[in-house]
């Protein structure tokens, strides 16, 4: 069966590299696993559409929601505004700008595609106009908006935690300390960079003159500032769950974004609508999909088989975790992050344990290799939907892209392998 289960898995990603639509290459994969395995379509069907019934999974198209009406609404230029006061004048001080903006969109949204689009629109332009290559901004930002699906609230986690009945909020806590690291790393490599740019930079201003922009600013984020400290408060503390927190967020971008930003019509709230509601049936007929065939895996036991195979070339648990590394990478590569959290989590998870890996350690490492994959071709969506924002050619993206992950992001992926306590010692604090 394990023969047939490789087979199938082959498949998927050959159509997938293909670029035939998701729906269709799991189709023909489940068509694989139902014709030799027990399993039968209709019965998988119904197990399916029972399973997306959760309401754990009612979080995501409120994040995303949240994360549209961000977009729209004038919170995000605020908090680039309130960002740029305190670094905007230091050399390379707009690079390190689009790096912390981005990760304090994830902490709203949710999501890797919300910052690109919020935030790339209003710093591309402005990052070329003070000397920044146009491709090296766009690169930056697109790799900066990955932090999304690691600072906490994520999508992603959400979805690690309900296929591997994992705790969701240990889950988000596993992602934080790396999406920091890698959000202080890119602003380093970024530094660094900055000294072959022939940068304009904003005159200096009085100690009292910065104080009053400071506070100015400061004042004028507050509302944005809160809403973060709205949803993270209200999930750590016990009040709310992820689901509940996501729909406060979109209850109180909706007053924000129409009063105080004023950047919120009922034209683009229609609009952000529609945009959120095509993106959510996209990625739930995704997950049906995907939660199909992976369960169908596990009826088969095809995940106790591969871990017997495993152990059969080697029990080294670095070298292990080295190949699970580069499996989570290279299928990063060729689908979104969703899709290879619930096709390989419950493969893998019980190779892990037996590896002596937590499954809130396995998190860190799935949330990192598979947000990877956004920024990293072929599927690279993130860094493809910067190309088109930041209006570059997609291979002119691609080199400073990979510098930054080479020496921002694979230092974060091997930390989180070989030191446990970058992704455990958080949710211990909260008693995970």
């Known amino acids: 069966m394990i023969e047939i289960a490789l087979l199938a898995f082959a498949i998927l990603i050959i159509l997938l590299t293909l670029g035939v639509p998701l729906p269709f290459c799991f189709g023909a994969a489940l068509m694989v696993m139902t014709l030799v395995g027990e399993a039968t379509m209709r019965g998988m069907m119904v197990w399916g559409a029972s399973q997306l019934t959760n309401p754990v999974l009612l979080a995501i198209p409120l994040f995303v929601f949240a994360g549209t009406l961000m977009s729209v609404s004038g919170i995000a230029g605020s908090l680039l505004k309130f960002v740029n006061v305190f670094v905007g004048r230091i ?60 600072i906490p609230p994520s999508v992603t986690m959400i979805v690690y935690g309900w296929v591997t009945d994992t705790s969701i909020l240990a889950s988000f806590l596993a992602t ?39 506070g100015s600013r400061t004042v004028h984020a ?52 529609k945009e959120s509601a095509t993106a959510v049936g996209a990625i739930l007929i995704m997950i049906l999909f995907s939660l199909m065939l992976s369960q169908i895996y596990v009826m088969e036991s095809i995940p106790q088989a591969l871990v017997d195979m495993i152990f059969e070339i080697t029990d080294n648990k670095f070298v292990l975790l080295l190949l699970v590394n580069l499996l989570l990478f290279c299928i ?24 002596g890996v937590t499954p809130i350690q396995f998190a860190a490492i799935m949330g990192v290799n598979t947000a990877m994959g956004g920024v990293t071709p072929p599927y690279a969506s993130i860094l493809y939907l910067g190309a088109r924002i ?41 008693g995970y």
């Not at 890698?182 to 602003?187: L, S």
């Not at 490599?189 to 022939?198: E, G, L, P, Y």
């Not at 992820?242 to 930003?261: H, Q, R, S």
């Open 176 to 214: 934080l300390g790396p999406g920091l690291l890698i959000m202080f790393n890119f602003a380093m490599v970024n530094m660094v960079m900055s000294r072959n740019f022939d940068l304009i930079l904003d005159e200096p201003l009085s100690m009292g003159q910065m104080i009053r922009d400071a």
């Open 332 to 355: 990063g590569m060729v689908v979104n992050d969703i899709t290879a959290i619930i096709l390989t989590a419950p493969l893998l998870l019980p190779l892990m344990q037996a590896l």
């Open 222 to 273: 507050f509302p944005a500032l809160l809403m973060p400290v709205i949803i993270l408060g209200g999930i750590y503390g016990g009040i709310m769950t992820p689901t509940e927190a996501a729909a406060i967020a979109v209850i109180y971008a909706l007053p924000v974004g129409f009063m105080i930003y004023r950047g919120l019509t009922w034209k683009t709230l229609l609009e952000s609508g």
């Open 91 to 150: 050399r390379g001080g707009l690079g390190v700008v689009a790096s912390v903006s981005c990760a304090i969109i994830g902490a709203i949204s949710g999501s890797g595609l919300t910052g690109i689009a919020a935030i790339g629109p209003l710093l591309i332009p402005e990052m070329e106009r003070k000397g920044y290559p146009r491709a090296y901004a766009t690169a930056l930002i697109a790799n900066s908006s990955i932090l999304g699906l690691l």
């Open 390 to 430: 930041g209006k570059v050619k997609f291979t002119e993206v691609v080199k400073p892209a990979m510098i930054l992950i080479l020496f921002g992001y694979i230092p974060v992926v091997i930390l989180v392998s070989a030191w446990p306590d970058l992704s455990e010692y958080l949710p211990r604090l909260f």
